[in-house]
DNA sequence: CGCTAAGCTAGAATCAGCTTTCATTACCTA
DNA sequence: TAGGTAATGAAAGCTGATTCTAGCTTAGCG
């Protein structure tokens, strides 16, 4: 089920073993079952099962259009689905991992559309650009989604990160098929680099610190740094 | 006060006002005074008040070394400090505002640290590239800090933003310092895509999903594709 | 020196929402 | 149609930040 956290160096998490309190608390570990059944894997639902579930995520999406997702309660969600909470709770085993599904309900409905129509731009560096800024527009047309993505990211649920790690997957998979006549490693260094450019530029959006503009400006100034010098490295050279 | 927030395109926050919830609970607005005053300046304050916001500082950050900040409630910071709770709350606006200037207090240390000694390197790429592995070197040997630089990342707190907008600022002027010959508006790229790529990277470590050594080489990888092209562009070329 | 407001302290009380529980009831399959 | 699983509704749990209260202390001042 969980898949990362296998690495090298992995940061002491401080908070796995519930040694001590600060304080002169001297509480009990407290692990309490975490929890007793995992959500049933929607593979295995049945139809009726399967509406269902679909038919919460849809109300959590749905609700997204007006409201923040901090103040959207499972209750809501609930009620808007037609549903009883507990239900709600049967099939997601927390508010993080219902988001996640309604993210990436979301964004596999986009990664489709994307594929639709075919990138504008002749050079890596214009159709990069051009997905990344058709990312961002999509994001733009429903800054709550991305206030849930930038929620989400530091979620510990591990329901959530295998979603949300599936989710990066898929994008980055869009993102290097932009790249034409590029070494594997020099895409995947690309890549890289352009997906954090994008999420420090999506989140100082969403802060108010920085105006839509100038994130555009800066994911198309960052993509012509970055590829206009990896496209001289290899023996082709466009234009 | 307040510093950004003030450009274009800002995106509709909707949980500005309280105009109605989702479901079908009616609640009202409960707007109860938000803040009846806001914690003094630190420059008018006596010396004894500003040994014991220091103390207090130095307490969340003393905790933090063996805590995660999660973990870490305003009643043990309070008590760690010898103060009661209510006095932090006095200095400090909330949770977050408190972490946030635990965290600069660490990162001015860390500064003055790093201007010390010399970076090292001859070229750009190397130097760029040794002031985000010593940034990154001091979160690997306290991830808990990392872990409140993520989560401070996406706080509301006007208190927080602040501190954390004037952080960034003086980390950009480190990095940019450590470019040299470079037109000012390319070495502006520059270093907002060496940030992004560390701020990505410090976050998937700290959430497990990449290991420290890949954190160290992907950050170089991306130095060197960014600069080995940019310094190109101008007549001075290295190497 | 005596007064007074502001600063502190120790605790208790609020509050908000996610999560869990539980007694029923509805549904499906053998 | 019995047995078991799923869903419902309502009502607690629970956790922690934040706020409030009442009684001390202390610094500045006339």
Redesign the pocket.
Same mark, same amino acid.
């Given at each position: 089920m969980q898949s990362s956290r296998a690495q090298t160096g992995v940061p002491p998490t401080g908070n796995v073993a519930g040694v001590d309190r600060p304080g002169g608390n001297d509480s009990v570990p407290?692990r309490s079952t975490p *929890?007793?059944s995992a959500p049933?894997l929607p593979e295995t639902l049945?139809a &009726?099962?399967l509406a269902?579930r679909e038919r919460i995520i849809e109300a959590g999406l749905s609700l997204l259009r007006s409201h923040d997702h901090t103040?959207?309660?499972? *209750?809501d969600v609930a009620g808007e689905a /037609?549903? &009883?909470? /507990?239900?709600v709770?049967?099939y997601f085993q927390?508010?993080?991992h219902l988001f996640a599904e309604v993210l990436a309900h979301w964004a596999s409905q986009l990664v489709t559309n994307v594929e639709r129509r075919p990138l504008r731009g002749s050079t890596n560096a214009e159709r990069l650009t051009d997905v990344l800024h058709r990312s961002m527009r999509a994001f733009q047309s429903w800054p709550q989604l991305a206030r849930v993505v930038l929620s989400l990211e530091t979620s510990e649920d591990p329901f959530t990160r295998e979603i949300f790690a599936r989710n990066m997957a898929r994008n980055t998979k869009v993102y290097v098929e932009s790249l034409q006549g590029l070494p594997d490693e020099v895409a995947k260094d690309v890549v890289s680099v352009a997906t954090s450019v994008f999420d420090l530029q999506l989140r100082q959006w969403v802060m108010g610190s920085q105006s839509i503009a100038d994130v555009y400006d800066r994911i198309a100034r960052a993509v012509w740094v970055v590829l206009e010098f990896s496209e001289r490295l290899p023996a082709t050279s466009v234009a």
């Open positions: 407290k *929890k007793v049933p049945s &009726a099962q269902r103040q959207i309660q499972m *209750k /037609g549903v &009883a909470l /507990g239900t709770y049967r927390s508010k993080d």
